[in-house]
């Protein structure tokens, strides 16, 4: 199992599909959105189906056997 990735956000939230897009788990936002809506994505332990779901500091998201942890830049 891969190692958690850490994202570093600089903003208050960040969409689910383009967080996706950004640490390379998809090519694309549209990607990430089709991803979300297979019910493939989990943040938090629970299946996400809003494919633009703000994702905050503090909250795991889950594809897979990959892991992101969010993480304020504060």
Known sequence: MPAPV????????????????????????????ALVASGAVRVDGAVELRKTCKIRAGQTVALGSHSIHVHAAD
């Open 6 to 33: 850490p994202f570093l956000l600089e903003a208050e939230h960040v969409e689910l599909n383009q967080l996706l897009k950004l640490v390379g788990l998809c090519d694309s936002g549209g990607a990430g959105k």
